[in-house]
Each structure stands twice: as C-alpha cells, then as structure tokens.
Nanobody, 122 residues
C-alpha cells in the first residue's frame, strides 16, 4: 500500500488543521492506521491510531481531547483533525499502516507515508 499525507501548513496557536492520508494500491480497510509526528531533533512519536472499522481509537496524552482520528474506508482515506494547536505540535506528521492490531510503537507499523509539515506559530 502507498500512503500520501497532506494538509499540513503554517498556522497560529489555537487554530485547527485537518490532515489527510490517502491510500492506494490496497484497500485501506485492510489496515490499522496511525498518525505519528517527528519534531526537529526528536524521535518519531505516536499521535493517534484507529482500528479497521473505526470503532477503536487511541491517542497520545499530548493530543487527547484536542485531536480526532477518523477514517473513510470508501474513500481510502484517514484523517487527523487537530484543534487548539500549540507551538509544541510543530512537527512532520506521518501516516502509517499496520497489518496486525492497534498499536503505538513505530516498529509495529509496516507502511509509511512521506509526511506533511505542520508549523504552529505562537
């Protein structure tokens, strides 16, 4: 499966942004989907994940209550809605696909998109 993340940009603190991840090559419903981010000089970290049906979601504490992961299997697309953005949310955001189960570890994910940059100014 090939993943293409989009929707990043430069926003101000407090703004909202919706990231999209479009899949091609295989049906998205085959996979658990996750969002990760990597800030300059830091390791890639988990943001959110969603089960194949969308019935189970998981969030990092740093974004819980401010972000919502969702999926539209008919459109082969996963979304990450981020609200009340903070400067510390600045990072390259990656979507990833996992063939097994909902997970938070980078090593559990089998396929990765190229990333989209989110910059939040104070």
């Amino acid at each position: 499966v090939q993943l293409q993340a989009s929707g990043g940009g430069l926003v101000q603190a407090g703004d909202s942004l919706r990231l999209s991840c479009a899949a091609s090559g295989r049906t998205l419903s085959t996979y658990i989907m996750g969002w990760f981010r990597q800030a300059p000089g830091k390791e890639r970290e988990f943001v959110a994940a969603i089960s194949r049906s969308g019935s189970i979601t998981s969030y990092a504490d740093s974004v819980k209550g401010r972000s919502t992961i969702s999926r539209d299997n008919a459109k082969n697309t996963v979304y990450l809605q981020m609200n009340s953005l903070k400067p510390e949310d600045t990072a390259v955001y990656y979507c990833a696909a996992d063939e097994s189960e909902v997970a938070r570890a980078v090593r559990e994910y089998d396929y990765w998109g190229q990333g989209t940059l989110v910059t939040v100014s104070s």
